[in-house]
């Protein structure tokens, strides 16, 4: 059984960056595709990136494309999420998402196994 573990959330300010890390454990992720998703307060959980199996192939939403990146450690068994830039409209709690299916993308309904999340809070 899939189990995923977030980290890397945190406190910073506008402009600066956070890495997040979504673990594997019970099998490897190379069955998987990988996606982040965030919930904002009284919003609904969006898609923000996400990934293919074989982490060649990228999406990303358009509020977060240039800043956000979406890197695969096959060693490691683990899916990042690079934030650079962040905004104040970033601030949520992140979550990493996985789907045997390999359809992935960002629509939540894909994905059938979910991590804990992580808070991001982004201020001055």
């Known amino acids: 059984q899939l189990r995923l573990v977030e980290s890397g959330g945190g406190l910073v300010h506008p402009g600066g960056s956070l890495r997040l890390a979504c673990a594997a454990f019970?099998?490897?992720?190379?069955?998987?595709?990988v996606g982040w998703f965030r919930q904002a307060p009284g919003k609904e959980r969006e898609g923000v990136a996400a990934?293919?199996?074989?982490?060649?192939?990228?999406k990303y939403a358009d509020p977060v494309k240039g800043r956000f990146t979406i890197p695969k450690d096959a060693d490691r068994n683990t899916v990042y999420l690079q934030m650079d830039s962040l905004e104040p409209e970033d601030t949520a709690i992140y979550y990493c998402?996985?789907?045997?299916?390999?359809?992935?993308?960002?629509?939540?309904?894909?994905?059938?196994?979910w991590g804990q999340g992580t808070q991001v809070s982004i201020s001055s």
């Open positions: 998402a996985a789907d045997p299916s390999y359809r992935g993308g960002l629509d939540r309904h894909h994905y059938d196994y």
């Open positions: 990934v293919n199996r074989v982490g060649t192939n990228a």
């Open positions: 019970g099998t490897t992720l190379d069955y998987y595709a």
